[in-house]
T-cell receptor, first 108, second 120 residues
Framework: SYVLTQPPSVSVAPGQTASITCEGI??????VHWYQQRPGQAPALVIY???RRPSGIPERFSGSSSGSAATLTITRVEAGDEADYYC???????????FGSGTRVTVL | QVQLVQSGAEVKEPGASVKISCQTS????????IRWVRQAPGQGLECLGR????????HYAQNFQGRVTMTRDTSIRTAYLELTSLKADDTAVYYC???????????????WGQGTMVSV
């Protein structure tokens, strides 16, 4: 089955930039979505179809995809960005929705 | 605004079944897939499958085939998840989610319910 690999944790100082990678075989041919899950809350969509931001999501959040990894970038990090972040794709060969293992972003 | 409101927490014995509801509002129920996702305590996200609310056609993840049933009542814009033969490792928060606006299988999970805790 298809596997998406994320780093377990990323630490960043306020005001700096956090980058979270999501690796998978031929991921560039997949549509990647990203979700933020704050403690005790349901996940929420922050990036869809690789680069698009839903309404209400700050421009500080951006997505990209190249080679064997997709990346979620958060610029000018704030305390409120501290959360778990998950990437996700629909893997068409086996018609299965796959989530990455998740990355905990800690704001120092 | 778009909302998915789920039924309350459940406590079940091993071997029992659970049925969770997801009442939707703020959009046309039949125009977006409903997918169910679960999260065991301290763990990541796992999708159980999807349902087309317009047709009732379902697709279940292989791990759950034979134990999961997704249904809906279009008259009250509500989707249901039933999981049978419960085991201790089915203990998790179960989320209903809405598929995005393009109507494609590859759409994001764009709106999430608040979650329902199932303890086995």
């Amino acid at each position: 089955s298809y596997v998406l690999t994320q780093p377990p944790s990323v630490s960043v100082a306020p005001g700096q930039t956090a980058s979270i990678t999501c690796e998978g075989i031929n991921i560039r041919s997949e549509s990647v979505h990203w979700y933020q899950q704050r403690p005790g809350q349901a996940p929420a969509l922050v990036i869809y179809f690789d680069t698009r931001r839903p309404s209400g999501i700050p421009e500080r959040f951006s997505g990209s995809s190249s080679g064997s990894a997709a990346t979620l970038t958060i610029t000018r990090v704030e305390a409120g960005d501290e959360a778990d972040y998950y990437c996700q794709v629909w893997h068409s060969p086996d018609d299965h929705y796959v989530f990455g293992s998740g990355t905990r972003v800690t704001v120092l | 605004q778009v909302q998915l409101v789920q039924s309350g927490a459940e406590v079940k014995e091993p071997g029992a079944s659970v049925k969770i509801s997801c009442q939707t509002s703020g959009y046309t129920f039949t125009e977006h897939f409903i997918r169910w996702v679960r999260q065991a305590p301290g763990q990541g996200l796992e999708c159980l499958g999807r349902m087309n609310p317009k047709t009732g056609v379902t697709h279940y993840a292989q791990n759950f085939q034979g134990r999961v049933t997704m249904t809906r009542d279009t008259s009250i814009r509500t989707a249901y998840l039933e999981l049978t033969s419960l085991k201790a490792d089915d203990t998790a928060v179960y989320y209903c989610t809405r598929g995005g606006t393009s109507g494609s299988f590859s759409d994001a999970f764009d709106v999430w319910g608040q979650g329902t805790m199932v303890s086995v």
